[in-house]
């Protein structure tokens, strides 16, 4: 008894003192980053109920049905068996412990059992999943590729390791009479009778051996897990915890050097623009790095990874953690006699850039930092809930705003927005073009000499740029004036007073340039008294709702999916035609995933007779950008496939008459896919690509006079002499245009 | 050196003399990307000197889909030899290739052309030439591109022989590129080539706004579209509704006797009015 009480409490004083070396050293590492912002204290209760749910619930996780639920059994195999290393420790000290009160409860026994017996099958369930899902087998397409596959089947190899040491000690408890529980412990009990026929005395050994065997497991496994990515045991509570709420979508942070946003009219000398080295990361960043799991979730949504691009979120996760930490010894050396004393390699390590080619020893090779298209994707499934998008971000705007380094192709988007302020640079008076040929007048502010928005006005229409200016779009707002005007919505767009929102520039990472498309924005609404906005462009709408409260703007912003979807709730509008389409609908990523606009789209062709709904197969919080997200539409992709191709690939397996959306971006994007698959022979000509609107609009219109005009109107001319920036007859009736094509 | 089993549409690629067992130049690696677009990519390395004889005896083996060779001043003598002992096309300096039903398509910066003999001799401009080339489209003072409504890569051909007609450098919409009927970095769109040439003939473009952002700095606007509707025309100084497989070959006659006729000739800067009644 006292050797085996020596030799227990000697391993666990060995492991105890590895383990928390270990720690303090991450924790060292930790505080190297710069502080946090100050809102991830902020509101405890939400953050509660997070690990509440996302934790102990394993909310996350079981979005996965199989793995989630392989996890939640080890997760709460875990804590329940907390109880059995508390009597593994007691029977050290004295041979019949039990835990005090309800340490002989059948129900306790029988509980502890269960897990075990659960544990050993979310065990075997993921060494299934990992064979069949391995990179060896899958390739790419795995979403363990580029994980460490050693340490987990390593630690997999540890868990079965602990179950069975404890069935061991357990059964041998039985034999020797020392075990806690008379009933319950079912498994123990099958063990034991195994067991048994070894005699009393091998039992005896058994039972010590056991116990000091699981203990050491257990130990060891303590160990492995603080020098393995298998620390998310110990670093997801907080990580969940301290992680931006609801999530990690929406808005992106503004640029914050230690723990204060930036003042882009007067930085601080010090002040830290973005991310240009990893101790520039705050200190929740490095959490972040240090609690990947490498499952790889993200990677399997990832429209880059899938596409053939170098970016996965997770191995540019990796890839951080990996250099906070081989660069940690360098940073924390305290002088440069220190440094110099370091060994080459760490030295090495402390010189590679943070973004730069992977020849010249960059961590974050320039092409993965740019393949980003910010849907969002990674955030959603991780169930840890890294914020991938913000710190890509962030790494941008340093390489923007600091190094002038980014795809050049993007300047002439940044170019046009500070001179003319739109992408194309058509300049604010080409923003009313879209209004003309309309069978009303579209009330423009200022038009009457208004200094407000007049009482009578519910709605700001913020058009947007594309919804100004790219052809498509103009339909969409068209369709949307239309179906606005049918039902009765007074509203009013600003016209020459719009300038873009900035999303692009933000997402590039050029936040001064967006700072000062925000304030001009803000200011403008703000002067007009905009209180309600409607919007059809996923991005604006993201913005306008968003990110302008952070510049003082803070109006009540609805998609037009959505307004749409109320007024035919409320009976405003009525369709009546039968429309007769198979129709499939792509969420676009800023409207869906980051905004959670699901259904409003969805229930406006619910409602449209006629309309047969088929989905994609990755729809709702799992769709597939489009690839236009994160300025991405304004940069060239030449690495991999297109990432719209893919997508209208999967639209097109849906068999559709009319593909729909609810973004310009994706509609722009899916309408160059779908006519380069036509090119190709591989998509039906009569396939369309159209905003949910135009369908509603189409189902609206009257079969009266209206109509009747709008199919005379291209042929007999009506419209007088085209004058440069008149819109064709033809356009201003999508209806009569959906069937044209 | 070469497999013994017959190869599925096998596409010679000649390795780069500085090629070593380790390491392949980059112009290699780049015509072994390209080869794999059109076939299945073989390898050839020999020394130079010989490299004629024994890529025309390969080839008569085992008749590849194409031979493709980096274009240099020393290796367009054993192209040319090649293609002549062969009897084979020849396309030079091409940017990219692909395979359309049962031909190839060579693109290169002037023209694309379909190529239709069982094997053909390409020889392929390395790519840091590229933003030489590019500078070149955005640089030139006239540009002549397409679009979708030019229909097929041949319609390119034609658009290209104005382009030269002109002295003009061609480019295209970022569909045409998309589509392969011109080379990528030569669609004239947002992002893409941003061009501010004298004069821009545009053939078959609708005009989308991605394109006209990037033909804002270009002086005199002409435009040739089927669709009297098309927002090119609205953009256009001259617009032609009409059928650019009409309206160009005659432009070409046009340009033919002008240059026949000396005292005719005039600056390739037709602001002329004759142009936008064509």
């Given at each position: 008894m006292l050797v085996r009480l020596i030799i227990g409490l000697a391993m666990t004083a060995a492991a105890l003192g590895l383990a928390s070396r270990r720690l303090l050293f991450l924790y060292r590492v930790g505080r190297l980053g710069q502080p946090v912002d100050?809102?991830?204290?902020?509101?405890?209760g939400s953050r509660a109920w997070a690990v509440l749910t996302e934790?102990?619930?394993q909310r996350k996780l079981l979005k996965w049905t199989v793995a989630g639920a392989a996890h939640a059994a080890v997760f709460w195999g875990f804590l329940i068996l907390g109880a059995t290393i508390l009597e593994g420790y007691g029977a050290l000290f004295q041979r019949d412990f039990h835990i005090p009160?309800?340490?002989?409860d059948t129900w306790l026994g029988f509980l502890e059992d269960l897990f075990i017996v659960a544990v050993l099958a979310g065990i075997a369930t993921f060494a299934v999943l990992r064979i069949r899902q391995s990179p060896s087998r899958a390739?790419?397409?795995?979403?363990?590729?580029?994980?460490h596959l050693g340490a987990a089947w390593l630690v997999l190899f540890m868990i079965f390791n602990v179950m069975w040491t404890l069935l061991l000690y357990r059964g041998a408890q039985i034999n020797t009479g020392y075990?806690?529980?008379?009933?319950?412990a079912f498994a123990s009990e099958i063990a034991a009778k195994i067991l048994h026929p070894l005699g009393h005395s091998a039992n005896d050994v058994l039972e010590t051996v056991g116990i000091l065997g699981s203990l050491g497991v257990v130990l060891g496994f303590l160990v492995l897990v603080v020098n393995s990515k298998h620390l998310h045991i110990f670093l997801a509570p907080f990580n969940i915890a301290l992680s931006?709420?609801?999530?990690?979508?929406g808005a992106l942070l503004p640029v914050y050097s230690d723990g204060k946003e930036v003042d882009f009219e007067d930085p601080g000398e010090d002040d830290k623009i973005g991310?240009?080295?990893?101790?520039?990361?705050?200190w929740k960043g490095l959490l972040d790095f240090s609690t990947?799991?490498?499952?790889g979730r993200c990677q399997s949504q990832c429209p880059a990874w899938n596409t053939?691009?170098?970016?996965?979120p997770k191995l540019l996760i990796m890839g951080l953690r990996d250099h906070a930490l081989a660069k940690a010894p360098y940073l924390l050396a305290d002088s440069d006699d220190a440094r110099a004393a370091l060994p080459e390699a760490v030295r090495a390590e402390g010189e590679r850039?943070?973004?730069?080619?992977v020849a010249d020893?960059?961590?974050?090779?320039p092409d993965v930092l740019w393949?980003?298209?910010?849907?969002?994707a990674c955030v959603e499934q991780c169930p840890v809930d890294i914020e991938h998008v913000d710190h890509i971000v962030d790494m941008r705007r340093y390489q923007v705003?600091?190094?002038?380094?980014?795809?050049?192709?993007a300047q002439g988007m940044l170019r046009n927005l500070e001179r003319k302020g739109d992408p194309w640079g058509r300049?604010?008076?080409?923003?009313?073009?879209?209004?003309?040929?309309?069978p009303f007048e579209v009330r423009v502010f200022g038009?009457?000499?208004?200094?407000?928005?007049?009482?009578?006005?519910?709605y700001l229409f913020w058009v947007g740029c594309a919804g100004s200016l790219d052809d498509n779009a103009k339909k969409t707002s068209r369709s949307v004036a239309e179906l606005l005007h049918e039902a009765g919505v007074e509203f009013m767009i600003l016209g020459s007073g719009e300038t873009c929102t900035g999303d692009a520039a933000r997402r590039l990472g050029q936040e001064l340039l967006f700072q000062e498309l925000a304030k001009q924005n803000v200011e403008t609404l703000n002067e007009v008294g905009a209180r309600k906005i409607v919007v059809t462009c996923a991005h604006c709408f993201n913005t306008l709702s968003n990110e302008y409260p952070q510049f003082g703007g803070d109006y009540e912003v609805v998609h037009h999916t959505e307004l749409l979807a109320k007024l035919v709730a409320e009976g405003k509008l009525r369709p009546v035609n039968d429309v007769n389409l198979a129709v499939t609908y792509h969420d676009p990523c800023y409207l869906g995933?980051?905004?959670?606009?699901?259904?409003p789209p969805r229930d406006i062709l619910g409602s449209v007779p006629g309309v047969r709904l088929t989905e994609m197969p990755?729809?709702?919080?799992r769709s597939f950008c489009c690839g236009a997200g994160g300025a991405r539409?304004?940069?060239?992709?030449?690495?991999?496939?297109?990432i719209n191709e893919t997508r209208t690939d999967e639209a097109l397996g849906t068999e559709p008459d009319l593909v729909t959306a609810a973004c310009p971006y994706c509609i722009v994007m899916l309408t160059d896919g779908v006519a380069t698959r036509k090119q190709e022979g591989?998509?039906?000509?009569n396939v369309r690509v159209a905003d949910v609107s135009e369908v509603l609009l189409r189902s609206i219109q009257k079969p009266g006079p209206k109509a009747v005009a709008a199919a005379a109107e291209p042929a007999a001319g009506?419209?007088?002499?085209?004058?440069?920036?008149a819109e064709p007859a033809?356009?201003?009736q999508p209806a009569a245009d959906l069937e044209a094509e | 050196m070469f497999p013994p089993m017959p190869l599925a549409d096998p596409v010679l690629v000649l390795a780069d003399e500085t090629d070593d067992d380790d390491a392949l130049a980059q112009a290699t690696r780049e015509l072994l990307a390209l080869a794999r677009r059109v076939g299945t990519p073989v390898l050839v390395r020999c020394d130079h000197c010989r490299a004629a004889e024994v890529l025309i005896d390969i080839a008569r083996d085992h008749r590849p889909r194409a031979i493709l060779i980096n274009s240099s001043p020393a290796n367009d003598r054993i192209s040319a030899q090649v293609a002549v002992h062969l009897e084979s096309a020849i396309a030079t300096d091409v940017t990219d290739l692909s395979f359309d039903d049962d031909h190839l398509v060579a693109v290169s910066d002037r023209m694309s052309s379909e190529i239709h003999t069982p094997t053909s001799v390409i020889t392929v401009r390395p790519r840091n030439h590229e933003s030489q080339r590019e500078l070149l489209l955005t640089e030139a003072d006239v540009v002549v591109a397409g679009g979708?409504?030019?229909?097929?890569a041949e319609g390119f051909s034609l658009l290209a022989r104005v382009a030269y007609a002109l002295g003009g450098r061609l480019g295209g919409t970022h569909t045409a590129g998309e589509l392969g009927w011109?080379?990528?970095?030569?669609?004239?769109s947002l992002p893409g080539a941003r061009i501010r040439p004298r004069l821009y003939l545009a053939g078959g473009v609708s005009g989308s706004v991605r394109h006209r952002s990037a033909i804002r700095g270009a002086g005199t606007v002409v435009a040739i579209d089927s669709?009297?509707?098309?927002?090119i025309l609205r953009e256009a100084d001259f617009g032609i509704v009409g059928d650019l497989h009409e309206v160009l070959p005659a432009l070409l006659d046009e340009l033919a006797a002008r240059a026949a006729s000396p005292p005719q000739?005039?600056?390739?800067?037709?602001?002329?009015p004759e142009l936008a009644e064509a």
């Open positions: 100050p809102e991830r204290t902020k509101d405890v934790v102990l619930a009160l309800i340490g002989t390739g790419r397409s795995s979403r363990f590729s580029g994980s075990f806690p529980y008379r009933h319950g931006r709420r609801p999530r990690a979508l991310r240009g080295a990893i101790e520039d990361f705050t990947c799991t490498e499952c053939g691009k170098p970016l996965s850039p943070l973004v730069g080619p020893g960059g961590v974050i090779d393949s980003c298209v910010t849907c969002g705003m600091i190094e002038s380094e980014f795809p050049h192709e300049g604010n008076k080409a923003r009313l073009e879209w209004t003309q040929g309309l038009e009457n000499g208004e200094e407000a928005l007049p009482g009578d006005v519910e995933r980051h905004n959670r606009v699901f259904s990755r729809n709702k919080e539409m304004w940069m060239e992709e030449t690495i991999g496939t297109r591989k998509a039906p000509e009506a419209e007088p002499t085209p004058t440069p920036g033809a356009e201003s | 979708r409504g030019v229909g097929s011109c080379p990528r970095h030569a669609s004239i669709d009297p509707n098309a927002p000739t005039v600056t390739p800067v037709p602001s002329s």
